[in-house]
């Protein structure tokens, strides 16, 4: 297991209130997540726990976004990459008002706005994902068409660790730096983990962080499950003046769920009856203790 | 009758040939569980290497090992090996003619809940586009088991397309040669041609159009490209009144290649039942063929209209 090299500065410390809102919120994405793909019997479930605590910071602290007017031009802007882990992006968009919770349980099945992986159609979905290493590639185009029209909004990407063994991963990488997109926030979920298992096993990709620090990215280490890291992390990256920046978030692949913890075999697999049971009864005793 | 996973009969086939032929390699990029190449991967870790998330680079890297000897099965969802990597595949297999057998699974709507990032629609249109390339979807376990014998045993490349359901074993006993069509039934009033695992369903048509009194022969055409010409004219000469079936899209497809054959050589009553100019949706396989009209119904459909 790789450890983030740094630590983000505090600056605005997140009051008591705050840090439990923003928990109790990650848990709540976490607990539709198992609900959604128990009912569609279908969908990944490790990704988009992994990726719980930087959507509960993103939706209910820092993106600029209107549930109420989802096109509305000033917002914020966000491509979810690994747009497999769109259960955990739709449970967001819902519990931050952009659509009924009621149609979390429609995920997946026929005739349905939610589309297995993250799709347009859905209020607040900027792009549709799915297919690796193109989100990243597209928010590279929102953000230099931001600043060509002087527009004042930000630009976030979610990317996958297994995402960046795609070679147009790299192809955005080399080309954000030298057109200075500082508008741009790139949140990399390095669980260690892809399809098939552990990176170790099939693609090991070293540091992230060299990785794009040589290729010209402010480059931020945190761990991704600390509410604090991760906010501190997303201010920073606003600051950072004529250079886009990555945030390497260090994460857990099934996070919450103690039995899908760095489990390979919930990537893309539905829980069991008996495993279902047991997933929410974790997450509400977790509940009762934030 | 058996109802059967093609993705199983592929990994377990693979694993199979490993021991004939020692300089079998096969390559996958991150899906190999879904895709059952780690059947493979178990048995000959050596020769067996999980890429990453690389498609492009695989189908590189395939086609540099076919030049260094290597007989190489590259595989992946349709949706990556022909959309993601398809100037690699034309560039470095197609053009080089190496020695690439590209085996894919999850084509079509049939895979289902992913949605229509991951339901590729196109890939007989693209693969078909390319000189020199065999294009191959069979219908069932059975005939790709046979089908992965076959394509090991001739020179040059060739993509192999299977899908995600099982489906009954319908071709139990029959033979596959490349570029031979199959008459799966006889009939006199009208030729239902499918490829792919849709044959199913051309049966079941073939069984309700009985009831009322015409009587459907059913070809399967397991090899798209080179397409069994003769068969084509024959049935069509025949009956008089084709229709086409497969989870595909309507340009490019079987349909299209049928319309070709008839259109130079005898123009007949056509009916092409595929997807029209449409991206799929999420929904459980079998339930979306439905909704987009790759069904039984409206095979019966078009036959009773083209009855009169
Ligand atoms: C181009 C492409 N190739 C393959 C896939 C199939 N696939 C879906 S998720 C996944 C693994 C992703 O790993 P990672 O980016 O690390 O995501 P996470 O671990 O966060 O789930 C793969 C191979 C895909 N969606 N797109
Ligand atoms: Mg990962």
């Known amino acids: ?290 | 009758m058996n109802v059967e996973s093609q993705r199983v009969a592929y990994g377990e086939e693979l694993a199979k040939l490993g021991e004939k032929y020692k300089d079998l390699v096969v390559l996958d990029a991150d899906l190999s569980t879904s895709t059952h190449t780690y059947m493979f991967g178990n048995k000959y870790p050596d020769r067996f290497f999980n890429l990453g998330i690389d498609e492009q680079n695989m189908m590189g890297m395939a086609a540099g090992l076919a030049l260094s000897g290597k007989l190489v099965f590259a595989s992946t969802f349709a949706i990556f090996a022909t959309g993601r990597a398809y100037d690699l595949v034309r560039q470095s297999i197609a053009y080089n003619r190496a020695n690439v057998k590209i085996v894919v699974t999850h084509a079509g709507l049939t895979l289902g809940e992913d949605g229509a990032t991951h339901q590729m629609l196109e890939d007989i249109s693209l693969m078909c586009g390319l000189p020199g390339m065999t294009v191959i979807a069979p219908a069932d376990a059975p005939e790709t088991r046979r089908v992965i014998h076959a394509v090991t045993e001739m020179d040059g490349p060739c993509y192999v397309r299977l899908s995600r359901e099982k489906v009954p074993s319908i071709l139990e006993d029959r033979q596959f040669k490349i570029g031979k069509g199959i008459i799966v039934e006889d009939g006199a009033d009208v030729s239902i041609f499918s490829t792919g695992i849709t044959l199913n369903i051309a049966l079941q048509a073939r069984e309700e159009l009985k009831k009322t009194g015409v009587s459907a022969a059913v070809l399967h055409m397991p090899t798209i490209k080179p397409i069994d010409k003769e068969m084509i004219i024959t049935s069509a000469k025949k009956t008089g009144r084709v229709i086409t079936v497969e989870e595909h899209s309507i340009y490019g497809g079987l349909g299209s290649r049928i319309a070709e054959v008839l259109g130079e050589n005898y123009p007949a009553r056509l009916q092409r039942i595929a997807v029209r100019d449409k991206f799929g949706e999420s929904g459980k396989g079998w339930e979306l063929l439905e909704k987009y009209g790759i069904s039984s119904n409206e095979i019966v459909r078009h036959a009773n209209e083209m009855m009169g």
């Not at chain 1, 929102?142 to 990407?157: F, Q």
């Not at chain 1, 040589?214 to 920073?236: L, P, R, T, Y």
Request: hydrophobic share 40%; proline share 3%; with cysteine.
């Open chain 1, 1 to 290: 297991m790789q450890k983030p090299t740094s630590k983000p500065t505090t600056h605005n410390a997140l009051s008591a209130t705050e840090l439990k809102t923003l928990r109790l919120k990650a848990n709540e994405i976490r607990r539709w997540v198992i609900e959604m793909v128990f009912s569609a019997k279908s969908g990944h479930i490790g990704g988009a726990l992994s990726i719980a605590d930087v959507l509960s910071v993103l939706y209910f602290k820092e993106l600029n976004v209107d549930p109420k007017n989802p096109n509305w031009d000033g917002r914020d802007r966000l491509a979810l990459s690994k747009g497999h882990a769109s259960a955990a992006y739709y449970a967001a968009l819902a519990l931050r008002g952009f659509f009924p919770k009621e149609e979390l349980l429609t995920f997946r099945k026929i005739n349905s706005k939610l589309q297995g992986h993250a799709y347009k159609g859905v209020p607040g979905v900027d792009v549709s994902t799915g297919s690796l290493g193109q989100g990243i590639c597209v928010s590279l185009g929102m953000a230099l068409a931001a600043k060509m029209d002087g527009k004042k909004h930000r630009v976030y990407a979610i990317i996958g660790d297994g995402e960046c063994d795609e070679g147009s991963v790299w192809e955005a990488a080399l080309n954000a730096p030298f057109r200075k997109l500082d508008n741009l926030t790139v949140i990399l979920d390095r669980n260690e983990f892809q399809n098939d298992g552990s990176m170790y096993n099939i693609l090991d990709t070293g540091s992230m962080e060299d990785k794009f620090s040589s290729f010209g990215w402010n480059v931020i280490s945190i761990d991704g499950h600390d509410m604090q890291q991760i906010v501190d992390a997303i201010e920073e990256a606003r600051e950072a003046k004529s250079k886009p920046s990555v945030i390497v978030a260090h994460t857990i692949k099934g996070k919450g769920v103690s039995f899908m913890e760095n489990n390979g075999s919930f990537h893309g697999k539905p829980p069991t009856e008996d495993e279902f049971e047991k997933a929410i009864a974790e997450l509400d005793e977790a509940r009762s203790k934030i």
